[in-house]
């Protein structure tokens, strides 16, 4: 066999035998490779993101195995259940046949038996879901047990995601697992996001099916899909073709009704949800300029107005019309749209950032439509009828989910981004607390979120100078490298359930398939651990296990970043 040369130290650092300093105590198993050694070194061994139930037991001894030879035994209640968890078993074994650094085949391979059980057959995937786990894997003289519990398919198929981050390919043929491990787990928060937006540049499916299986590797699970925008309206409105036909870039350029469909399902398979946005009344041009000849109006102002600086935040300018009902009316046909291709429970995410007020107070219908109306063209009558546009969707939204869906009892909140409108001073007259939840998009020292949570609003956050992926690349922003995403905390409510979780943000203005991987990865993963985990220790004390998640993301054909140069990596704390 071949010599194990790698040596695990007390301070949780993989040497090899050659190099071993003096002074430093090292455990006495000796490994095979460094990967080999980071399976157990340390309290997470490579799992990421880190478990958070106490004590997570990972033993030195290694079984030697062929993927092939997994057997599995499902135990869920429901035949859904069961499926899914048999869609579980066959992604996982995927996943495993990456790790081979060369032939995977054993002739003689010790016999892996996984059991899972699963206590509920619901497949709902929302903030109430239970994603917890427990996982324990012991070996005998003639077979590994390794036994999954899952309160839900979701908590079963994290499991899987960290039963496989216990394995690594081996110098010779087949894989490498630990003989021995006990796991408990269950996440913080229970929304761990990332924003795509596919407007500014289109993203084929390829590359949003890659971002999904990132996350899926990181146990993220909202995928905040920023399908439209100003710039354009890519998605297939079945009930209202004209929104795709003028406001996609090109014919190729567009996501059908069943890519959606399809999308939809493909994340749902690895524990993520897909959060469709729609955004208004700002941030809505192409794909609205059809009302005057369809005899609808003006549904957007401003749209593709110069100079822009008058007009809006961002160029191409367009903001929806609050005083057409024509608007309304498409808008409830989008959101129905919308509401056939997510799951039952999931809820709409209806923007609502960035409006300009000038842009409505320098429309002569607008300000004539308000005057008859009895506003004057103070700011809060702009606040007003702003805050009526966001009602009156929700009103449509409550309307479409009843009729739709009449098994749910309670109405769904509904999400909107921070702005104007949640200024802490008066979000109470505009925006209920018990309907609308707020994602802040602030600075981490802005009081806004602390604010907001004392008067009991819900909140999404996303650290506007840690947390925005596109930043350092346009104007004075400044880059985040992964230790700054690390380290970026999450608000404390005076509620356990205040405060949902956060998501990164890949805005696209200056991203698109070329460079998107390796903007979001692995740095996105920093995030998945402080929202997984919420850990208290120092991202340092993390970075050897990141590193290893890194070249993870990398078997699974994930483009992600370098973080250090290579000999770092191969020569642990000798860098930083």
Known sequence: SVSRKWLCSQTDICTRESELLPGIHYAPEKFESQRDCRLSCGKYGAIWPMPTGEPTQLGHQRVRFDPWKVRFHVVAPGEAATQFLRETNRLFVSNLLKECTRNCTLETSKQILVRATVASESLVLDWATDESYALVVRTTDTATFVDIQGATVYGARHAFETLSHLVTGSLSNGLLMVSSAKISDRPAYPHRGVLLDTARNFLPLKFIRSTLDGMAASKMNVLHWHVVD???????ITR???????????????????DALNLVKYARLRGIRILIEIDGPSHAGNGWQWGPAAGLGNMSVCLNQSPWRNFCVQPPCGQLNPLNDHMYAVLKEIFEDVAEVGAPE????????????????????IRQGMRA?????????????WSQFHQRNLNAWDDITERMYPGIKEPKPVIVWSSHLTNPRYIETYLPKERFIIQTWVESQDPLNLELLQRGYRLIVSTKNAWYLDHGFWGSTSYYNWRSVYSAGVPVGQRSDQVLGGEVCMWSEYVDQNSLESRIWPRAGAAAERLWSNPKSAARLAERRFYRYRERLLARGIHADAVIPHWCVLHEGMCL
């Open 240 to 258: 209202v073709p004209e929104m795709q036909g003028y406001g996609a870039y090109g014919p190729s350029q567009t996501y059908s009704r069943q």
């Open 346 to 365: 999931e809820t709409i995410h209806m923007g609502g950032d960035e409006v300009f007020i000038p842009c409505w107070n320098n429309t002569p219908e």
């Open 373 to 385: 109306q009895g506003y004057d063209l103070s700011m809060e009558s702009f606040l007003r009828l």
């Open 230 to 236: 100003t710039h354009s309206f890519p998605l297939e």
